[in-house]
């Protein structure tokens, strides 16, 4: 296996490894580590069917099922993420980690590319360990200890549902879920510290009044996603994507209307952040 690395603050390319095969137990924590050390790692030319795509997701973490929308036909962790030509709203289209408004958010999420569009549709990640240290000592000590609220129901994010929702949606979905998490939270296998709060989830500092909290999350809201925290991954066809929701976010650009983006996504367990 060959890494190499895609920008200087997070994001590897992994090459020489065939996910279609079964992975020996060395290569699998070889990408496990590099998984912890760069937090998000890619893989080029693994034209995966589900069956496949679940095996490789076992090897990182345990596949979960996503509150809103159905998976696959016999294979309900395996969601289908895309956008049709006709729609003009992308899936999740907005900086975020993955729905911190579970009480045990997601420890990772993998995804693989089926269909892309001829140009756009590139997907950006940005570093929430180096957000955190970047932050002066006094915003360090405000923010540690605090907690932050999280919503299912943020409009901003909700609208970029909808259109999933009325084709793929689960009627057993409940309309919205709200958990409190540390604005501050350390990874539990690497011990660092990384800023957790995300503007598509985030709504509130437990304790704060609206006013009072509005100001400090702008900020952070801004700030952990300088230009310089962040890597862009250009998709090709059959590309796969893992991440570490414990110390990234992402943001999927939304450039490319009228055209078809299908992706598959495989969402991994994780605990409750402390």
């Known amino acids: 296996m060959i890494i190499r690395r895609i920008a200087g603050a997070l994001g590897a390319e992994l090459h020489g490894v065939d996910l279609t095969q079964p992975l020996s137990a060395d290569l699998q924590q070889d990408i496990r580590a590099a998984l912890l050390q760069h937090q998000v790692i890619f893989f080029r030319d693994q034209d995966l069917v589900p069956e496949q795509f679940m095996r490789f997701a076992q090897v990182l973490g345990q596949p979960v099922e996503y509150p809103f929308v159905k998976g696959l036909e016999g294979f309900p962790c395996v969601i289908e993420v895309k956008k049709l030509e006709h729609e003009r709203i992308n899936f999740g289209g907005i900086w975020h980690s993955d729905t911190t408004y579970l009480q045990e958010p997601p ?9 892309i569009p001829p140009y756009g549709g590139d997907t950006l990640f940005a570093n929430q360990y180096m ?14 200890g605090l907690q932050g609220i999280s919503s299912s129901a943020k409009a901003d994010v909700s609208k970029t549902r909808e259109d999933r929702i009325k084709t793929d949606g689960k009627e057993s979905a409940p309309k919205d879920y709200i958990a409190h998490h540390p604005l501050v939270r350390t990874h539990p296998e690497t011990g660092r510290k990384a800023l957790y709060v995300n503007v598509a989830h985030t709504s509130g500092i437990v304790g704060m009044t609206d006013a009072e909290s509005a100001p400090i999350l702008h900020f952070l809201f801004q700030h952990q996603v300088k230009p310089e ?3 862009r ?3 090709q066809p059959h590309s796969l994507a893992v991440w570490d929701n414990r110390c990234t976010q992402h ?4 450039d490319y209307h009228g055209f078809r983006r299908v992706m598959h996504r495989i969402t991994l367990a994780g605990d409750k952040p402390v």
């Open 229 to 231: 925290f962040t890597c």
């Open 233 to 235: 991954f250009v998709w």
């Open 251 to 254: 943001n999927p650009v939304n």
């Open 107 to 115: 420890m990772g999420s993998m995804l693989l590319a089926k269909e």
């Open 131 to 144: 957000a955190w240290e970047a932050l002066s000592d006094t915003m360090k000590s405000l923010l540690d």
